[in-house]
Protein backbone atom coordinates (compact mmCIF):
# COMPACT_ATOMS: atom_id res chain seq x y z
CA UNK A 1 0.00 0.00 0.00
CA UNK A 2 1.43 2.90 -0.87
CA UNK A 3 1.34 5.75 1.70
CA UNK A 4 3.67 8.49 0.37
CA UNK A 5 3.14 10.68 -2.52
CA UNK A 6 5.75 9.87 -4.43
CA UNK A 7 5.50 6.23 -4.49
CA UNK A 8 1.30 6.64 -5.41
CA UNK A 9 2.63 9.29 -8.51
CA UNK A 10 5.63 6.38 -9.54
CA UNK A 11 2.60 3.70 -9.66
CA UNK A 12 0.31 6.07 -11.77
CA UNK A 13 2.95 6.35 -14.27
CA UNK A 14 3.96 3.02 -14.26
CA UNK A 15 0.27 2.03 -15.25
CA UNK A 16 -0.17 5.14 -17.46
CA UNK A 17 3.17 4.56 -19.56
CA UNK A 18 2.07 1.98 -21.60
CA UNK A 19 -0.79 3.94 -23.14
CA UNK A 20 0.51 6.93 -23.79
CA UNK A 21 2.02 8.11 -26.89
CA UNK A 22 5.53 7.80 -26.78
CA UNK A 23 7.48 10.63 -25.55
CA UNK A 24 4.25 12.87 -23.56
CA UNK A 25 5.78 13.97 -20.57
CA UNK A 26 4.31 13.16 -16.73
CA UNK A 27 3.74 16.99 -15.51
CA UNK A 28 1.71 16.18 -12.39
CA UNK A 29 -1.00 13.74 -10.71
CA UNK A 30 -3.43 14.25 -8.18
CA UNK A 31 -5.18 11.86 -5.92
CA UNK A 32 -8.69 12.73 -5.58
CA UNK A 33 -11.97 11.60 -3.46
CA UNK A 34 -16.01 12.19 -4.36
CA UNK A 35 -18.38 13.08 -1.86
CA UNK A 36 -19.52 15.80 0.13
CA UNK A 37 -16.63 17.46 2.04
CA UNK A 38 -15.05 15.59 4.67
CA UNK A 39 -14.47 17.76 6.95
CA UNK A 40 -18.45 16.70 7.71
CA UNK A 41 -16.94 12.80 8.39
CA UNK A 42 -17.02 13.94 11.98
CA UNK A 43 -20.38 14.81 11.94
CA UNK A 44 -21.13 11.82 9.54
CA UNK A 45 -19.69 9.39 12.19
CA UNK A 46 -21.86 10.56 14.84
CA UNK A 47 -24.86 8.65 13.22
CA UNK A 48 -24.73 4.79 13.30
CA UNK A 49 -23.68 3.39 10.43
CA UNK A 50 -23.78 6.97 8.40
CA UNK A 51 -20.18 7.69 8.20
CA UNK A 52 -20.00 4.08 7.02
CA UNK A 53 -22.01 4.83 4.49
CA UNK A 54 -20.57 7.78 3.29
CA UNK A 55 -17.14 6.27 3.51
CA UNK A 56 -18.37 3.62 1.15
CA UNK A 57 -19.67 5.76 -1.66
CA UNK A 58 -16.92 7.48 -2.01
CA UNK A 59 -14.77 6.88 -4.84
CA UNK A 60 -11.44 8.27 -5.57
CA UNK A 61 -9.47 8.91 -8.24
CA UNK A 62 -5.64 10.37 -9.53
CA UNK A 63 -5.56 12.91 -12.04
CA UNK A 64 -2.76 12.97 -14.40
CA UNK A 65 -1.81 15.87 -16.40
CA UNK A 66 0.42 14.77 -19.69
CA UNK A 67 1.91 17.56 -22.44
CA UNK A 68 -1.38 16.60 -23.98
CA UNK A 69 -4.14 15.71 -22.17
CA UNK A 70 -5.65 15.02 -18.61
CA UNK A 71 -5.69 11.30 -17.66
CA UNK A 72 -8.49 10.02 -14.68
CA UNK A 73 -7.85 6.69 -13.49
CA UNK A 74 -9.98 4.95 -10.68
CA UNK A 75 -7.87 4.82 -7.58
CA UNK A 76 -8.51 1.56 -4.72
CA UNK A 77 -10.19 2.49 -1.85
CA UNK A 78 -8.03 0.22 0.41
CA UNK A 79 -4.32 0.41 -1.27
CA UNK A 80 -4.10 3.58 -3.11
CA UNK A 81 -2.70 1.69 -6.13
CA UNK A 82 -4.28 3.38 -9.54
CA UNK A 83 -6.70 1.25 -11.40
CA UNK A 84 -8.17 1.39 -14.95
CA UNK A 85 -8.31 4.64 -17.00
CA UNK A 86 -12.16 6.36 -16.78
CA UNK A 87 -11.40 9.01 -18.71
CA UNK A 88 -8.99 11.15 -20.83
CA UNK A 89 -9.63 14.57 -21.50
CA UNK A 90 -7.72 16.96 -23.99
CA UNK A 91 -5.43 19.44 -21.93
CA UNK A 92 -7.24 22.29 -22.61
CA UNK A 93 -10.38 21.06 -22.70
CA UNK A 94 -11.29 19.64 -19.48
CA UNK A 95 -14.81 19.63 -18.42
CA UNK A 96 -14.17 21.63 -14.88
CA UNK A 97 -16.17 23.76 -13.16
CA UNK A 98 -16.51 25.62 -9.44
CA UNK A 99 -12.99 24.85 -8.73
CA UNK A 100 -11.95 26.40 -5.19
CA UNK A 101 -8.18 26.27 -3.47
CA UNK A 102 -9.08 26.28 0.04
CA UNK A 103 -6.63 25.81 3.43
CA UNK A 104 -6.81 22.51 3.58
CA UNK A 105 -9.85 20.35 1.12
CA UNK A 106 -9.73 22.15 -2.04
CA UNK A 107 -12.15 20.79 -4.79
CA UNK A 108 -13.91 21.23 -8.16
CA UNK A 109 -16.39 19.73 -10.03
CA UNK A 110 -15.71 17.79 -13.40
CA UNK A 111 -18.28 15.97 -15.90
CA UNK A 112 -17.64 12.54 -16.93
CA UNK A 113 -18.36 11.10 -20.28
CA UNK A 114 -21.07 9.15 -18.73
CA UNK A 115 -22.27 11.34 -16.33
CA UNK A 116 -25.56 13.08 -15.71
CA UNK A 117 -24.06 15.66 -13.56
CA UNK A 118 -20.57 17.20 -12.49
CA UNK A 119 -19.11 14.94 -9.55
CA UNK A 120 -18.00 17.27 -6.92
CA UNK A 121 -14.03 16.33 -5.92
CA UNK A 122 -12.04 17.11 -3.06
CA UNK A 123 -8.17 17.03 -3.14
CA UNK A 124 -5.96 17.27 -0.02
CA UNK A 125 -3.86 20.42 0.74
CA UNK A 126 -1.22 17.08 1.01
CA UNK A 127 -1.37 17.24 -3.22
CA UNK A 128 -1.32 21.32 -3.12
CA UNK A 129 1.42 21.60 -5.69
CA UNK A 130 0.47 19.15 -8.12
CA UNK A 131 -2.84 20.40 -8.01
CA UNK A 132 -1.66 23.77 -8.65
CA UNK A 133 -0.32 22.72 -12.21
CA UNK A 134 -3.09 20.72 -12.82
CA UNK A 135 -5.66 23.52 -12.17
CA UNK A 136 -3.27 25.86 -14.67
CA UNK A 137 -4.40 23.13 -17.53
CA UNK A 138 -7.96 23.82 -16.51
CA UNK A 139 -9.82 26.14 -19.10
CA UNK A 140 -10.54 29.37 -17.63
CA UNK A 141 -13.78 31.34 -19.26
CA UNK A 142 -14.19 33.73 -15.94
CA UNK A 143 -12.07 35.62 -13.34
CA UNK A 144 -10.59 34.53 -10.28
CA UNK A 145 -13.02 35.55 -7.24
CA UNK A 146 -10.82 37.95 -5.08
CA UNK A 147 -10.73 36.12 -1.08
CA UNK A 148 -13.65 38.03 0.44
CA UNK A 149 -14.01 40.02 -2.23
CA UNK A 150 -16.95 40.41 -4.97
CA UNK A 151 -16.31 39.37 -8.82
CA UNK A 152 -18.56 41.20 -11.57
CA UNK A 153 -21.67 38.91 -12.01
CA UNK A 154 -21.50 37.39 -9.06
CA UNK A 155 -24.06 38.22 -5.65
CA UNK A 156 -22.17 36.92 -3.19
CA UNK A 157 -18.61 36.82 -1.33
CA UNK A 158 -16.15 34.34 -2.82
CA UNK A 159 -16.54 30.68 -0.85
CA UNK A 160 -13.95 29.10 1.21
CA UNK A 161 -11.49 29.90 3.45
CA UNK A 162 -9.21 32.34 1.84
CA UNK A 163 -8.84 30.67 -1.05
CA UNK A 164 -9.73 31.65 -4.64
CA UNK A 165 -13.22 30.41 -6.73
CA UNK A 166 -12.90 30.09 -10.34
CA UNK A 167 -14.93 28.95 -12.70
CA UNK A 168 -14.66 26.64 -15.73
CA UNK A 169 -17.06 25.85 -18.58
CA UNK A 170 -14.78 25.17 -21.67
CA UNK A 171 -12.60 27.08 -24.24
CA UNK A 172 -11.80 30.77 -23.05
CA UNK A 173 -12.84 33.22 -25.48
CA UNK A 174 -10.54 34.90 -27.69
Known amino acids: MA ?10 IEKLA ?4 PGERFLATVHTETGPSPWLNGLFDEVPLLGLIVALSRKFYF ?9 VNSASRFTNRPGGV ?3 FPRHSVPVSRFNRAAVWSKFYVQFPNG ?3 TRLNVHRYWRGEL ?3 AAAFPV ?5 PAGGQAPGYGGPAQG ?12 AS
Open 3 to 12: IRRAKQKAQV
Open 18 to 21: RIVP
Open 63 to 71: FTLTDGSVI
Open 86 to 88: VAV
Open 116 to 118: SKP
Open 132 to 134: DQL
Open 141 to 145: TASVI
Open 161 to 172: FGGTTQDFAGPA
